[in-house]
């Protein structure tokens, strides 16, 4: 398809979104593999080589992706919170596992992110797609001294930061592919695979006991 070079920020992003959306649909059929800019173009009205005006590499549109995923998580993350002034660390808990478990997509980039991803992205998209999640790390430290506002501020960073920690490393081990799960049960290493959400908010309940 013929390329028309965007004239404003409002084209430019809208073809930036184009280039996501195609992405994302990739990503999901076909996994990490399955993302390039041949196939990103056979779903967009924008041309291949004209792709490099807005991104360099494939994994740059993926950590596109993981941005927006991240947001969105922050978002309904505080629309749920929105209507609630008061809750126990049992349900804080429980209210931050069933965000969590609802956006399996965004672990799965960040599972990639300090190594495909970020090997493959230029220092300035980096750099912007920690600025515009930075704002995701202090929900947690925010939502968290809004509910249990006698926590001190250095029990609240601690919460924010272990917490942060504890989920990304519990996923990845908790949510392995059919492949790997198969080989696990076949090797006799261990006899099931732990549970993600009982094991998140069990967790989390206990990093709030610090509070």
């Known amino acids: 398809m013929e390329f028309l070079r965007a004239r404003s920020k409002e084209e430019m992003d809208s073809r930036q979104e184009e280039i ?3 992405c994302d649909i990739l990503y ?3 996994g990490y ?3 390039n800019f041949k196939a990103i ?3 967009t009205s924008i041309s291949r080589p004209a792709i490099y005006n807005y991104f360099r590499t494939k994994d740059e549109i993926l950590l596109a992706l993981l941005k927006r995923e991240m947001l969105r998580w922050q978002s309904g993350f505080l629309e749920r919170l929105r209507p609630i002034s008061a809750m126990t660390k049992e349900q804080y808990s429980a209210c931050l596992t069933e965000g969590l478990t609802q956006h399996v997509k965004m672990f799965r980039l960040i599972d ?3 190594t495909l991803l970020e090997d493959n992205s230029r220092v300035e998209s980096l750099a912007d797609f920690y600025n515009s999640v930075s704002s995701v790390f ?6 968290t001294q809004r509910y249990f506002p006698n926590a001190t501020e250095q029990a609240l960073r601690q919460f ?3 917490s942060v920690s504890y989920v990304l490393g519990l996923h990845a081990v908790t949510s392995v592919s059919q492949k790997h799960s198969s080989a696990i049960r076949l090797s006799g290493v261990c006899a099931g695979l732990p549970r993600f959400e009982q094991l998140c908010q069990d967790g989390l309940l206990a990093l709030l006991s610090a509070l």
Not at 138 to 143: D, H, K
């Open 20 to 22: 996501v959306n195609a």
């Open 28 to 30: 999901e059929r076909l």
């Open 33 to 35: 593999d399955g993302v």
């Open 41 to 43: 173009a056979e779903l």
């Open 112 to 114: 990639i992110l300090f």
């Open 138 to 143: 202090e929900t947690i430290y925010s939502c």
């Open 160 to 162: 924010q930061y272990e």
